[in-house]
């Protein structure tokens, strides 16, 4: 069973300019993401995905393979399932782990454990979710909770939001849903696997990226 990670890094961002350069403690995002690939020991082949020669000596330095994306995939329009595809039809595997390095404080472990689920369980889509034990709405309607009763957060229904730390599929599956014109995302049969909080928080704004690095500094400095 061939098992390859997937690190998406593009150069371009909008809301934080040069993300993936952008450091949390001493290490760059793209260089946190492979390095922690690196130590989990899990996976065939370790790939990072940009069209950004910067983050392909990056790649090459931390001793990792480089797929150089088209152009046309790196702007601010292309969807997921575009470079995602366009990766998968070029390299051979039988799942691909798609390790993001907007979450800094996803855990080494975690991606052990995440992998070795995947394979025993065999989903053709495997998302990562944070739990949330709070009273939540939709559209202005409870979701989880009544408003004919006050509930302790404890005896709540859990709700699960994806967190896309860390996603995986089964290669033959996305492409074909793909090809047929069909959400490659949310493919076949689909799995979750539960983060703690730190893990599923993502780096978008400036804000997040200072609170990352305090969180990183004061509970995970020793992760590397």
């Given amino acids: 069973m061939k098992v390859v990670c997937m690190i998406p890094a593009r150069l371009g961002s909008q809301r934080l300019k040069y993300k993936n350069l952008r450091k949390i403690g001493e290490y760059s995002l793209v260089q946190l993401a492979i390095r922690k690939a690196l130590r989990a020991e899990v996976f065939d082949e370790i790939w990072v995905n940009s069209e950004s020669e910067e983050i392909e000596k990056i790649a090459l330095q931390e001793g990792v393979r480089f797929h150089k994306r088209p152009q046309n995939l790196a702007d601010n329009i292309t969807t997921s399932e575009e470079y995602v595809y366009e990766f998968l039809k070029k390299h051979e595997c039988d799942y691909v782990v ?102 599923a928080h993502v780096i978008k704004t400036e804000e997040d990226l200072i609170l990352a690095n305090l969180i990183f500094k004061y509970f995970f400095r020793d992760e590397l």
């Fill in 98 to 199: 798609q390790l993001h390095t907007i979450a800094p404080l996803l855990t080494i472990e975690e991606i052990k454990k995440f992998v070795n689920r995947l394979l025993s369980l065999k989903y053709d889509t495997f998302l990562s979710v944070e739990e949330i034990i709070l009273e939540c709405i939709y559209k202005n309607k409870p979701i989880n909770f009544s408003v004919e009763l006050k509930e302790n957060s404890q005896d709540l229904t859990p709700i699960h939001k994806i967190a896309w730390s860390i996603t995986a599929w089964k290669r033959e599956v996305y492409i074909r849903s793909f090809e047929n014109k069909k959400c490659a995302t949310y493919s076949g049969r689909i799995g979750y696997f539960k983060l703690n909080k730190f893990s």
